[in-house]
């Protein structure tokens, strides 16, 4: 157990500046300071939105909704689990409905639960972090590049005990370039993502090209799938186009079908991506 909590607020990490290789947000900003700053790419803006409630959004960080701790019912409940010292998973052969992921995982089995990162990724942003040795700025990928052991904590993030996420570099995105976040969830606010998707892509003339595509709620870390996205560069904008990057975008999906099962969320995720390239059509 931890033995010290550590008050950062007096950092001077609550900014939103764009600068001339893109936008640097610091990690202390409010979720709500994101989610209304028009100026900044919309997927961002619309994660940032879907987060909890108006309240959580104002007190609560951009990297805050990176970086919590995941939030499955076993170890919230003190369970034994990897994550609180144990050896098993107890989400993957128990209660898995609604918290754990579809795609596969190793030791732990619990979806990332928050919204925000899965704008970040489909941005193509890095992270600066900051240590007793300096500071480094890497790609979401290495931030996130999932589960493993970090100074003995099972975790699904990179920063470690004597560091410090201080700031995200969103580099400038494409000219043409339009962006939407659809999320599922149980209910209309509060409730973490059953499925949920970013999407960034250019349009050129009336076609696709540097499309990201980035799943959320459904991985133990934010799931881009290469195989949507080319379903969806060179092409128009339609409906056999949707229904084509859905269905590739959780062809890999591997649910859980131990204990309760959660393979009614593979059609979610399907579902998301869809939803989420409609918007963009229409906009």
Request: charged share 15%; with cysteine.
């Amino acid at each position: 157990m931890f033995q010290h909590l550590v008050d950062i607020s007096g950092l001077a990490l609550n900014y939103s500046n764009k600068k001339s290789d893109g936008w640097h947000i610091g990690a202390g900003t409010p979720i709500n300071g994101v989610a209304t700053n028009i100026n900044l790419p919309t997927v961002l803006q619309q994660a940032a939105g879907a987060v909890a409630t108006l309240q959580i959004r104002n007190m609560g960080t951009i990297a805050g909704d990176v970086l919590q701790e995941v939030w499955c019912p076993y170890l919230r409940n003190n369970f034994d689990c990897w994550r609180n010292g144990g050896n098993v998973c107890y989400g993957a052969i128990g209660d898995n409905r609604y918290y754990h992921s579809i795609f596969g995982g190793r030791l732990c089995y619990a979806n990332h639960a928050g919204d925000i990162a899965q704008a970040l990724f489909a941005l193509g942003a890095k992270a600066t972090i900051q240590g007793s040795l300096g500071s480094r700025t890497v790609s979401m990928d290495t931030l996130m590049p999932g589960i493993s052991i970090i100074n003995g904590v099972v975790k699904e993030n990179t920063v470690a005990q004597n560091e410090v996420l201080t700031e995200f570099i969103i580099p400038n995105q494409p000219s043409g370039q339009v962006s939407t976040y659809y999320k599922v969830r149980d209910r209309g606010t509060w409730d973490f993502a059953l499925a949920s998707a970013a999407v960034a892509l250019t349009i050129s003339g009336s076609k696709a090209s540097n499309t990201r595509i980035v799943l959320g709620g459904v991985d133990v870390i934010p799931h881009r799938s290469p195989a949507a996205e080319a379903k969806v560069d060179g092409q128009q904008l339609t409906e056999d186009t949707f229904a084509k990057a859905g269905t590739a975008a959780v062809a890999d999906a591997t649910p859980l079908t131990y204990g309760t099962g959660n393979a009614y969320r593979v059609q979610l995720a399907n579902g998301a991506v869809r939803k989420a390239l409609r918007a963009i059509s229409q906009m």
